[in-house]
């Protein structure tokens, strides 16, 4: 492309960044996405806005940054009707429909939610933001933020629709989820509220009308809940193991044809990007007395180290080569996001002779070798996710760890 096709395909990127239906902004992260290509599905234009111009170009090419069911060909689809455009700049939001901000809230270095980011990408924001516009917060968001930002907005004189809608899909299950699940919705005002309900209606089966603080709670509550349900599985796990018995025949006999114990979940490594760091946000909220969430990250976190623990009493680790199977931080997940695969690795780096990670899924860890490697250099494996493709591998009866008991042809030695 010379200069003057490039200016050329600047300005009709502007002038479609103009008119575009809505925009998301942090529109290329994992919630931006499958929403961005949800709305495109149904025929509407999307400001894709991301300061991340490598994902954005990744879009562009028509392939995903990372695994998300049933994109692609909505992708192709959306890019071959022009029905999206890319731009990295606050300036480049579209100026009439609404604006999702899909960004990520993380909290500290003391656990506790960081304010900041969302109000300084809001600040970024307000110049290009017009009285009237609706602006949607879709990241999860620590009760009384959305209420916050209102009274922020109109402490600078300003008069936007605000509403808090959140996210609450499984990662890289987005787009069938969004079609199938309630979409909770709250605006500042009635008005804010009814053009949120009038945004997602068309691409959600259901609507559940609610008050912003309650919408951020229900998430929140969404998300511990979930937290709290793997620890109890882990510390039943830990309790069973301590007893020497086998917690799977347990918990096949705890759920046998008996409904109200059918969530129970098999217990594993639970971690991730939004769990530990929303039981946390609400931790936080009441200050520090959610005893429940905190019991859930020690049991959850601990296990990791439970499991290390016990190979130290029956192995001399010191002089063995550890394999760590499946990196990312749930099962065929390509994300390695607060993942307790890269606990195990940091804590077994001081504790074994050699560490060897591999993961089928995963493209961002240069470190990563391919599986037959590492099971063929390793003396003792460790099940860090199952993801589907290890269920039947033969790993040449190598002692293996499997909390999971997921695991059919594998000397499994706890
Ligand atoms: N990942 C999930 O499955 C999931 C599910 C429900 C809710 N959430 C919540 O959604 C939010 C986003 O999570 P995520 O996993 O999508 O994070 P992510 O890091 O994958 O995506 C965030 C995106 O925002 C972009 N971004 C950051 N600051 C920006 C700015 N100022 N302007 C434009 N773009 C910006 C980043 O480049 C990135 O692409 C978080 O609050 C998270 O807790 C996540």
Redesign the pocket.
């Known amino acids: 492309m010379n200069i003057a096709e490039r200016r050329a395909a600047t300005r009709l990127e502007a002038a479609n960044a103009k008119t575009a239906d809505l925009t998301v902004?942090?529109?290329?992260?994992?919630?931006?996405i499958p929403l961005v290509l949800s709305f495109a599905a149904k025929g509407m234009t999307v400001n894709v806005?991301?300061?991340?111009e490598g994902?954005l170009a990744t879009l562009k090419a028509g392939r995903l940054p990372f695994i998300e069911d049933g994109a692609e060909e909505i992708l192709a689809k959306a890019l071959r009707e022009k029905l999206l455009v890319f731009t990295s700049r606050?300036s480049e939001i579209s100026p009439t429909g609404p604006v999702i901000v899909?960004?990520?809230?993380p909290v500290d270095e003391f656990l506790n939610p960081v304010r900041g980011?969302i109000q300084?990408?809001i600040d970024?924001l307000l110049p290009y933001l017009h009285d009237g516009q609706l602006l949607v917060l879709?990241?999860?968001?620590y009760p009384g933020t959305t209420s916050w930002i209102d009274a922020y907005l109109k402490r600078h004189g300003r008069n936007l629709k605000v509403a808090f809608c959140?996210?609450?899909?499984?990662?890289g299950l987005?787009i069938k989820e969004l079609r199938e699940m309630p979409q909770i919705i709250s605006g500042t005002t009635p008005e804010a509220a009814e053009a949120a309900a009038a945004l997602f209606g068309p691409i959600v089966p259901e609507l559940v009308l609610v008050e912003p603080m309650e919408a951020e709670f229900a998430?929140l509550f969404n998300n511990a809940y979930r937290y709290i349900e793997f620890a109890v599985t882990n510390q039943f796990y830990l309790i069973a193991k301590s007893a020497g018995l086998d917690y799977h025949r347990i918990l096949q006999a705890t759920k046998h044809n008996y409904p109200r114990a059918k969530q129970i979940p098999r217990p594993g490594f639970a971690a991730g990007?939004?769990l530990v760091?929303?039981t946390m946000q609400l931790a936080a909220f009441a200050r520090n007395e959610f005893s429940l969430g905190h019991a859930a990250m020690l049991v959850n976190e601990g296990l990791v180290l439970h499991v290390i623990a016990d190979l130290r009493r029956s192995h001399d680790l010191s002089k063995m080569t550890v394999g760590l199977l499946g990196m990312a931080f749930k099962a065929n997940s390509d994300d390695v996001?607060a993942s307790l695969s890269y606990k195990f690795k940091k804590e077994l780096a001081s504790a074994a002779y050699e560490v060897l990670t591999t993961d089928p899924f995963v493209k961002t860890d240069p470190e990563l070798l391919p599986l037959e490697d590492v099971v063929s250099r390793s003396d003792l494996l460790i099940l860090c996710q199952p993801h589907s493709c290890y269920k039947d591998v033969d790993f040449g009866g190598k002692p293996t760890v499997d909390v999971w008991g997921f695991l059919e042809k594998a000397n499994v030695i706890s």
């Open positions: 902004v942090g529109g290329a992260g994992h919630v931006g806005n991301d300061i991340n994902t606050p899909t960004i990520g809230t980011v300084s990408s970024q879709r990241s999860t968001l959140p996210e609450r899909v499984v990662q987005g998430k990007p939004c760091k929303d996001r």
